[in-house]
């Protein structure tokens, strides 16, 4: 379970194993057997083979069967090499109808060969004896040379041709001096007299010699300024592609390795620098290359040296890279046992999307996207325009000054997407109502003595299709509810249907809400961070233009074509009760402010700019918070959440001055924009014909327009951990009907994350459930308490995570069977408490200005003991001791808190010092 160092067989990452106990026949139950049944490790080796693709993770090769454009599907797995991890996968050059591919899989002194059986199931073989082979030197690199026999790469700069057929014999071999440490090697040539081979060292060169005639290096090409990692050669072009550890790719000329007519001097051609790491794989894809580095990205060059196409989304270090010939399918690989299949796009969507400047009338104020392709601009007049996208022209919609300056803009189109409502509320209280595309279809009110702070669309569960739900904020925190119903030819028509009053702060106004499916109930963002539940169970009272009317059935009062309706409900609102909130949490996102609120699934979400969205659900009319999310690094703005109808999450949010769409099934930005910024008004607009994303800036409204494509990446073994995995806890076994006993694992990691995941012992491969992101450092311990048992709903257990900055979390973990998910598991985790020893010292004034004595304490140990009610605890509890790194054992017991369970830490009598005594006279280092 722990993690390798350099020096490990298993490389340089993580490996988490899920085994059992198996009794033995016939040995009366006295002696048992260890056996694998589930197994994730680094993918340190990649490889076509034809229509299959495959990975090797720790000592297993995993297949993935390609189907042209369609998704690609494991095929199986197989165990390798027992004594070590595969480094490296060979398949034999030849027809690609032919029924089976051999392959060659290598790895530290050990060699073994697979059959990889095409057509149906893409099933894998042994071959030669079916039992992996020591060879006694490590094997840096294979290839099939003449006969069906395979020339090695072995250390210590030796070139061998093997017979691995029978029981395995050296046919030739030979031995260069003066080559240095290897680090990786490629070989060129089929016999033995134009074998040649490439070898990366220790000191940065790459030596080149052949087998023939191997006593000194032929040639050395230096440059790179440190270790070189990875070699690529492609004979039809004679290149050269290095990776270092010094970050940088080189291509080199060197013509025929072997030597003769084709022959070069092995100048360099391109030096590429891009990575933020350590590049540890590295193709040629044509005259360019492609690499993979230890920053997680993998990077496409253009002939220039700069970056073509940048690829992100594993969530560790990579180490194997791919590329199939035949359709320009890329696969990487990496710390974190995932595997991704990128397919190429069109030539026409490579980089960023090019904003073009669309000359607005007037200044902009705000910009807002009713479709792909219809942008609305509110001027600082308050006037509003309508650009015509195809011929870049505006058309005026409401002449200037018909809200007033500092006016707001809110859009909600309408079934079919040709009309759309749009509302404008200014500075004096004054909403108009608009129908886009219907002249003369307005409607204004009068909703408040002072501005409008607040404006937004809701979407209302059970209205017409004509009907849509606004909310409108004014002085004093006051909201009200409006529904707003279209009239074809008439204006529309707008009801008064509740009231609410927000509580006290300095920003008194809401930024979203959203309408929930069960209760009659409303819930709203407001521009303090708070989240607040309201009743909205009114009735229709008042009817634009009538006060009598309470059925919406009638028509407003003195209505004439083309004329404005103006209306007051100082005097009408007043006959509605103000309803005050049922559940508040206040400051949830912070200082900032909430930016959506969404209902998905039974659960709500939350996005807020404190870089975070959470998960929350509605118990006994109160808001209950059951997770923090932070969907990736540096991504500190968040506005919207978006449900994929094929089941992905989409955060759209600012990183730094990029507009970034952010995808949670694949951890990669599927959009990223150079904006300026969120400050500055902003709209996006997705639809299946077509995206589009406007923005204000420098005076002008800029839109970036792009056709969608089918996503690029699949991701064919999930990843769990960036970094090593520091503890791991069993939670139980789920049984799913239909499908083998599901076991479900917790793990922690140095990556500050715990990763719920569910390891299936009939396909062995572990499918992640939900991550657990509250962690600030490492995550050192996981302890269990008493599992409630099973239940309807399913298992439910309290899981306790500890680790750096002396911090400790607790979750409650629900498990239950969910036939819908991948996993056929769902997860559902409720955040209980949390604790930290210097939580005091983070709410310091200037603490900048202190020296803080106390050392960091970390948590390196958890145990939980069960305890029974008393008298002072009437209900069940867990006594919690944690071992930390300041050589004290520090207890812990659940302490009454009016916002629920709390953590209270013990702390010593007398914690140990770990200061020296210095005798008198003598000077302390």
């Known amino acids: 379970?722990?993690?390798?160092?350099?020096?490990?067989?298993?490389?340089?990452?993580?490996?988490?194993?899920?085994?059992?106990?198996?009794?033995?026949?016939?040995?009366?139950?006295?002696?048992?057997?260890?056996?694998?049944?589930?197994?994730?490790?680094?993918?340190?080796?990649?490889?076509?083979?034809?229509?299959?693709?495959?990975?090797?993770?720790?000592?297993?090769?995993?297949?993935?069967?390609?189907?042209?454009?369609?998704?690609?599907?494991?095929?199986?797995?197989?165990?390798?090499?027992?004594?070590?991890?595969?480094?490296?996968?060979?398949?034999?050059?030849g027809p690609a109808g032919g029924a089976a591919v051999r392959v060659v899989a290598f790895g530290g002194r050990w060699l073994a060969v697979l059959a990889v059986r095409r057509g149906g199931g893409a099933r894998l073989a042994a071959c030669g004896g079916g039992a992996a082979r020591e060879l006694g030197a490590r094997v840096w690199e294979a290839r099939w040379a003449a006969g069906g026999r395979l020339a090695l790469a072995l250390g210590g700069g030796a070139v061998a041709l093997y017979e691995w057929r029978g029981g395995g014999r050296w046919l030739r071999r030979a031995s260069c001096g003066g080559a240095g440490a290897l680090r990786c090697a490629v070989l060129a040539g089929t016999g033995?007299?134009?074998?040649?081979?490439?070898?990366?060292?220790?000191?940065g060169a790459v030596v080149v010699w052949r087998a023939a005639a191997a006593e000194t290096p032929r040639r050395r090409l230096l440059g790179h300024r440190g270790a070189v990692l990875a070699l690529c050669y492609a004979a039809p072009r004679g290149l050269l592609a290095s990776a270092s550890e010094d970050r940088s790719v080189r291509l080199w000329a060197v013509g025929a390795l072997g030597g003769g007519p084709g022959e070069r001097d092995g100048s360099c051609l391109l030096v590429c620098y891009g990575h933020g790491a350590r590049v540890a794989a590295v193709a040629l894809r044509g005259p360019c290359p492609v690499s993979a580095g230890e920053d997680s990205a993998c990077l496409e060059w253009d002939g220039g040296g700069g970056v073509r196409r940048a690829r992100r989304g594993h969530r560790g270090a990579l180490r194997a890279l791919a590329l199939r010939p035949a359709g320009g399918c890329l696969a990487t690989g990496g710390d974190d046992g995932g595997v991704r299949l990128w397919r190429p796009r069109r030539a026409v969507s490579d980089g960023a999307p090019?904003?073009?400047?669309?000359?607005?009338?007037?200044?902009?104020?705000?910009?807002?996207?009713?479709?792909?392709?219809?942008?609305?601009?509110?001027?600082?007049?308050?006037?509003?325009?309508?650009?015509?996208?195809?011929?870049?022209?505006?058309?005026?919609?409401?002449?200037?000054?018909?809200?007033?300056?500092?006016?707001?803009?809110?859009?909600?189109?309408?079934?079919?997407?040709?009309?759309?409502?749009?509302?404008?509320?200014?500075?004096?209280?004054?909403?108009?109502?608009?129908?886009?595309?219907?002249?003369?279809?307005?409607?204004?009110?009068?909703?408040?003595?002072?501005?409008?702070?607040?404006?937004?669309?809701?979407?209302?569960?059970?209205?017409?299709?004509?009907?849509?739900?606004?909310?409108?904020?004014?002085?004093?925190?006051?909201?009200?509810?409006?529904?707003?119903?279209?009239?074809?030819?008439?204006?529309?028509?707008v009801w008064l249907m509740g009231r609410y009053l927000l509580p006290p702060c300095k920003q008194r106004w809401h930024t979203c809400a959203a309408f929930l499916p069960q209760g009659g109930l409303l819930v709203c963002g407001d521009r303090r961070g708070s989240l607040l539940l309201f009743p909205c169970s009114s009735s229709p009272e008042l009817a634009a233009g009538s006060t009598g009317i309470a059925d919406g059935s009638a028509s407003p009062a003195n209505e004439d074509s083309g004329s404005e309706l103006e209306l007051s409900y100082l005097l009408q609102k007043?006959?509605?009760?103000?309803?005050?909130?049922?559940?508040?949490?206040?400051?949830?996102?912070?200082?900032?402010?909430?930016?959506?609120?969404?209902?998905?699934?039974?659960?709500?979400?939350?996005?807020?700019?404190?870089?975070?969205?959470?998960?929350?659900?509605?118990?006994?009319?109160?808001?209950?918070?059951?997770?923090?999310?932070?969907?990736?690094?540096?991504?500190?703005?968040?506005?919207?959440?978006?449900?994929?109808?094929?089941?992905?999450?989409?955060?759209?949010?600012?990183?730094?001055?990029?507009?970034?769409?952010?995808?949670?099934?694949?951890?990669?930005?599927?959009?990223?924009?150079?904006?300026?910024?969120?400050?500055?008004?902003?709209?996006?607009?997705?639809?299946?014909?077509?995206?589009?994303?406007?923005?204000?800036?420098?005076?002008?409204?800029?839109?970036?327009?792009?056709?969608?494509?089918?996503?690029?990446?699949?991701?064919?073994?999930?990843s769990l951990h960036g970094r090593e995995i520091t503890c791991v806890q069993r939670l139980g076994t789920v049984e799913v009907p239909g499908h083998t006993a599901l076991n479900v694992f917790v793990t922690g990691s140095e990556d500050t994350t715990a990763c719920v995941l569910a390891l299936s012992e009939h396909s062995r491969a572990a499918v992640p459930l939900t991550r657990l992101s509250d962690h600030i450092s490492s995550v050192r311990a996981l302890a269990l308490a008493r599992p409630a048992g099973p239940s309807a709903k399913g298992s439910s257990t309290l899981l306790f995570s500890a680790g750096g900055r002396a911090q400790i979390e607790c979750y409650r973990l629900l498990c239950a069977a969910d036939l819908a998910s991948e996993s056929a598991v769902a997860c559902q985790v409720t955040h209980v408490a949390s604790h930290r020893l210097d939580e005091h010292w983070e709410r310091k004034k200037n603490r900048h200005k202190l020296v803080k004595v106390d050392p960091e304490t970390r948590y390196m140990s958890l145990s939980v003991?069960?305890?029974?009610?008393?008298?002072?605890?009437?209900?069940?509890?867990?006594?919690?001791a944690a071992a930390c790194s300041d050589g004290s054992v520090r207890p812990g017991h659940p302490a009454a808190h009016r916002h629920g369970p709390q953590l209270r830490c013990e702390q010593p009598p007398h914690p140990p010092d770990t200061r020296r005594t210095v005798p008198s006279g003598q000077r302390q280092r």
């Not at 006016?407 to 189109?413: K, Q, R």
């Not at 003991?865 to 919690?880: A, D, K, M, Q, R």
Request: glycine letters at 14%; charged letters at 20%.
């Open 192 to 203: 033995w007299e134009r074998l040649a081979l490439a070898a990366g060292t220790a000191a």
């Open 354 to 493: 090019v904003a073009v400047a669309l000359r607005a009338p007037g200044r902009p104020r705000a910009v807002l996207l009713v479709g792909p392709r219809r942008v609305l601009a509110l001027d600082e007049e308050g006037g509003l325009a309508e650009c015509e996208v195809p011929a870049g022209r505006w058309v005026p919609v409401l002449p200037p000054a018909a809200v007033g300056p500092r006016g707001l803009l809110a859009a909600a189109p309408l079934p079919g997407g040709a009309e759309a409502f749009c509302a404008l509320a200014g500075g004096d209280g004054r909403l108009l109502v608009v129908v886009l595309g219907h002249a003369g279809t307005t409607t204004k009110l009068r909703l408040f003595e002072g501005a409008v702070h607040g404006l937004s669309w809701a979407t209302r569960p059970g209205l017409p299709s004509d009907t849509a739900a606004l909310l409108a904020s004014g002085p004093n925190g006051e909201m009200l509810w409006l529904d707003v119903t279209h009239r074809p030819g008439q204006a529309p028509c």
């Open 865 to 880: 003991i069960p305890g029974t009610s008393s008298e002072h605890l009437p209900t069940p509890w867990e006594f919690l």
């Open 1 to 93: 379970m722990s993690g390798g160092g350099r020096g490990s067989a298993w490389g340089p990452a993580n490996e988490r194993r899920a085994q059992r106990r198996r009794v033995e026949p016939g040995d009366g139950g006295g002696a048992a057997k260890m056996e694998s049944v589930a197994l994730v490790a680094p993918v340190t080796a990649l490889e076509f083979a034809g229509d299959v693709l495959l990975a090797g993770t720790g000592p297993e090769v995993a297949a993935f069967r390609l189907s042209g454009a369609g998704p690609a599907v494991a095929a199986g797995r197989r165990i390798v090499l027992r004594e070590t991890s595969v480094q490296g996968l060979r398949a034999e050059p």
């Open 574 to 718: 007043e006959g509605l009760p103000i309803e005050t909130p049922l559940s508040v949490l206040f400051g949830l996102h912070g200082k900032t402010g909430v930016t959506s609120v969404t209902c998905h699934g039974g659960y709500i979400y939350s996005t807020g700019r404190d870089g975070c969205y959470r998960q929350l659900r509605l118990q006994d009319q109160k808001l209950e918070v059951l997770q923090k999310h932070r969907p990736c690094k540096g991504l500190q703005w968040l506005e919207e959440l978006r449900f994929t109808p094929g089941g992905d999450l989409l955060v759209l949010g600012f990183h730094a001055d990029n507009f970034v769409v952010w995808s949670s099934r694949t951890g990669e930005n599927l959009h990223c924009i150079p904006c300026g910024g969120g400050h500055r008004s902003w709209s996006y607009c997705s639809s299946p014909s077509a995206e589009a994303f406007a923005f204000v800036k420098c005076g002008d409204v800029m839109l970036c327009h792009r056709q969608p494509e089918p996503c690029e990446q699949q991701v064919l073994l999930s």
